[in-house]
Nanobody, 125 residues
Framework: QVQLVESGGGLVQAGGSLRLSCPASGRTFSSYVMGWFRQAPGKEREFVAAISWSGANTYYADSVKGRFTISRDNAKNTVYLQMNSLKPEDTAVYYC??????????????????WGQGTQVTVSS
């Protein structure tokens, strides 16, 4: 069992930056693939980024590529999402997710078994 708690959301102007953090409970954090998803009002939840258990491989949605960076610190049981050059369309609730499954579709929320409660990110124009 893994418990995830996101933090770092807030209100920022367009062009600004935020860093989301997601510490995880449990001693096997380094075995989990970690992902970030987001959901805007009236829209379906969408993939943002994912990172392999070792951190060697990262995956991004086209809409955030070049602006967002996912990273992890297995010693601290934490995954991060650095968000730069934020746009109003990035406004959403951001969720951290985890899975221990292998050979998964990183881009699908169905691949992830554990979810945080979400943190609100609002980008003003």
């Amino acid at each position: 069992q893994v418990q995830l708690v996101e933090s770092g959301g807030g209100l920022v102007q367009a062009g600004g930056s935020l860093r989301l953090s997601c510490p995880a409970s449990g001693r096997t954090f380094s075995s989990y693939v970690m992902g970030w998803f987001r959901q805007a009002p009236g829209k379906e939840r969408e993939f943002v980024a994912a990172i392999s258990w070792s951190g060697a491989n990262t995956y991004y949605a086209d809409s955030v590529k070049g602006r967002f960076t996912i990273s992890r610190d297995n010693a601290k049981n934490t995954v991060y999402l650095q968000m730069n050059s934020l746009k109003p369309e990035d406004t959403a609730v951001y969720y951290c997710a985890a899975t221990i499954r292998t050979h998964i579709n990183y881009y699908s929320d169905r691949a992830y078994d554990y979810w945080g409660q979400g943190t609100q990110v609002t980008v003003s124009s």
